[in-house]
């Protein structure tokens, strides 16, 4: 299923090749203030443009169909449409009985018995995650004063970014990347025992993100290496600091008042200018191909904001779910 | 909410301390063969008794109390009950003011107003897990011949792992561990695009079992590190199956016929013989605690089996929906 | 699925002749005062007994097996166990082949390949609603001062209803009846528009009770019959309160503040001491049975405890995401 | 949640005077064949035009933006979006204070604490039944060769349909009518007992649709007065076929692979051209409206499409759980 969400439910739609890409978000409280400008800081994070990003330029205005009346939110569900534009079919069609690897080229025709619309990656497009920032923009709007920040920490195992990028343009390759996420003055007691804990809603999203492989919270992967007396965060005052937080701020699923920290492995952008092998679906014949087309050398470069709205749509999720959050936004009415 | 999946849904009930605890699976097909006898190896895997593990003995004796009839699932909803023998709640009351470090005594009585039973965890005891195991055993009856294996790989950090249990016996302490799992025979085309891709819903399930702080696919974290050049696994054949499997795979959500890989950060015990900092939830002063009670000092020990049922119960609902199992098992009937 | 509810979730498990019947509420809000004896009043209301209603008597005891902890919801799922001692399988062996006409018999049959428990209706039995009974009791007590109160206002079409059932007990057949509810004090505001209006839940709900075949709200059926200018209800103040109440409480799907009113029908009990046409399933042949066993002459005398459970059901779910009743009940903790 | 459906899940957005309305279908298999005049004959049942109903004319073309690749779906989310261009909102201007009778205007007000988009019903609109005729013509396409049918049965309690119209307009008043809905070739087996019954995924549907208030499944209120031995259908084949029937095609909640039957109730109009009585919400005193704009004297003569549509779509849900519709559909590929 396409959705996310309990309360706050995220479903997105479209295609890269298509006539446009959108999110539908149900639930969202009545009487936030929504303006097209609003969405203009997280989608300039995501949009392409600096070196090692794709060259494929959208305009990324965000069309609010539905769910916002005079500047507000109604309580009914909002539509968002992005056009697509920039569309280059081309050099899709040369390719397309020889499935990219590293792509869901393979699966999707698997999937779908050869229906699927293979141009540009279609509803697997990295392209779909517009409308999951858009999704996050009103999801922070509401969060507030929760704030979730996510940025890039080192990539192609290079905490200095900007040679790694350089360095992987030169080779014609690609390189991937690790983001770190932190959320500050999320309140103690939201996620649900076992299977709705917040790691397990966090991961579940994180992990849609296309090219996201793997997520850990807190000490992480290095926890399974430390002994339990250092591992344990000694508690500090009755709200529940922690004198360290290796926890990461969850305790049996629950928050625990400290920030919620979390690091997500990106892999490198599957598309490479450099000859890969492959297969012919049709013949069964073993093949060779060169993607064209434009690419990200590192797409995990624009992955922090759509961390950032990842996290931010299942924070909104559970904090309207613990009533931490109103159903109506107080403010003027008509 | 307490339960996970679309089709064949896992619910759990109980607390540590309390009668018993319990799962209820609903969406298994009807016409399963089910034995009490069946449960007996995967129940014995997680049971504790070997060195590093809690000296609690249950039974663990699975009652079948609904959905089963003459030794086959009926399609209705099937209940399991494990009762609790052997509570020991003495040294709980001792400690209910002052929770626990990496426990969630101090969430679980913020998120519930302190109406929690604090009793040996309560709800969020790994007591619970003992349902999700039998969900596995059933999970697993159905998704044949796929096959589901976990295993710890490596304990506090050592690839010896007796050695670093009798280690951290001496030393009071607790570790942590990593657990693989390979699932063979996944046909390709399981997953959904985005929200409910193959890794969303994985991760959902396995960080929903306590003490998991970690997932990550294929080549995981290191992927970051890599080139795309190398990464991208190579399509050598038309059922998808691919030269290397750095993807472990999963291509865009969507499972590509190669083994399924991943691998699970366990995090140590949180429960160790050592004075440990906390605060007085009455009081608001500082304190300091030994929980007594019995313990494993490596958790991870126990932790593969319940990842193959979290995984084993994660492919089940996929095959349901993909119609790759049916609703009806052939067999004779009455 | 057999589960209902978004935040107060409600699933029930169990067979007529297998060891336990049962229901599971996951999201009740923690610190909800529950005895054993508050569940008398209610299952006294269903249980048979009285003129017209079936001979099985059942102690009809509610075991709390998780979720309550020293008189309180703990905020973990509640799971209530009803034994079952009563049973008497023997009359449904000699009928297995022969499904009885307007039972689940030959639907159960077909659906499960021959593999459902057939005996006293198995899963379908009506005494399944003793679970959603005591998720009602939870409910009443969650979403006060609203009431709910439901009755049976006619019997085989017949006003005296004394009269009704003793006519038909002579006759050895069975009779139907049409129950109404109401709900007082329901807060304005509370449904969702389209698809989860107030109307679509209280139906959902309302007609998973066995026995019920329709239902309508407010003016109802007449209100087909009507012109527009006698069924809108004149607006008589700001709180929304209405001159009539022909919209039976509801405008738009969503709750107007004014009593929300529907009626039930009951289709008469479809077990019966006379000769009945069916067919054998095994030879395919016509058939007569006369279905033995103990049975209610009109089962819609024991609904309207049902009617209310479900009704109290619903409205604790719309109100806790409306966020009308917290997540924790105010009290003395420990 | 404005979704409905498990696998075939339905989502609606949009407003009366905003830009657009559409439907949102995830879950629909891929490869179903779909070209915009597929929905030609469905969005002209429900267009207005007839005497009896409102003036307002849109072109009511079908724009998919998503889900359908060279006319085939490609198991994407399928998004149709039908702009809004009639729209006349002064009319709603000069009353947004003063809450229709029988309409959503003061329930949405309360619920959105005031920032609802008042102007045509906003969201409450009739208007976005459009959405869910547009699912219902691929849901059609998918459950063939079952058939579902629907037509207007009486309005204002007058079986001469066009006589009661021409009456009610004369009158400048409004009526309702009832809708029959009859769906042949439903195998036996679809539903689930309990909570998903067929009756209860029906009724959610159903009475989602606004101005519907009441449903009845095969003899339905009728029902309640009749004898068991009347009602009872005698079951005539293997197949289950029946020799009457009164149950409507269900039992237990599962077809029985008899016609599935129902009849639903349409209320008035609510908008009628006389004085009305109601309260200004500003100054909480008595106000009389005669509301303006275009109307439908008898919107029952639009339902049955949407009726239709609604039974579809669950049907196609419950099919596809039951694996007799394909994931995918067969025909050439690219």
Redesign the interface.
Known sequence: ????G??F???????SH?????V?V??CP??VPVAEKDFDRDLGRRRPGAKGTTARIESDRP?I???V?RG??????V?I?FGNAAQDSAAYEAI?DT?R????D???W?????????RG????SGR?TIGLVAAGVLAKKIIRPVTVEAWLV?A??NRDIEAAVAA?VK?K??????VACEARGVP??????????A???L??????I?A??????????E???????R????????D?R??TN???G????????NPVLFRV????????A?P????N?KT?K?AEIVVGGRHDTCI?LRVPVVVEAAASVVLADLML???LI?????GK??
Do not use: C, W
């Not at 507000?72 to 569900?77: D, H, L, S, V």
């Not at 390759?173 to 690790?178: E, P, Q, R, V």
């Open positions: 299923m396409n959705s996310f309990r309360i439910r995220v479903s997105l739609v479209g295609e298509g006539p446009a890409v959108g539908l149900d639930g009545a009487g069309e169909v539905s769910g009346f507000r939110t109604t309580g009914a569900p539509f449409r397309k499935p690897p590293g792509h869901a393979f699966t999707g698997k999937k779908y018995g050869g229906f699927n619309d293979y990656g279609g509803h697997f779909l080192e192609g195992g992987a080779a390759d690609s390189i991937g990347g690790i103690a007691g939201i996620g649900e025992p076992f299977f709705d804990s790691e397990s809603l991961s579940h999203v994180i992990l849609a296309p996201v492989r793997g997520i850990e919270f807190g000490a992480g992967f926890a399974a290496g430390m002994k339990g007396s591992h344990n965060d000694p508690i500090a005052g009755r529940g922690t004198a290796n926890a990461g969850i305790n049996g699923g629950i928050t625990n008042g492995a990106v892999k490198p952008t599957a598309s490479i450099r890969q092998k492959t297969v679906l069964g073993a995990a779910l613990e009533q109103p159903r109506v936004f107080k009415s008509r």
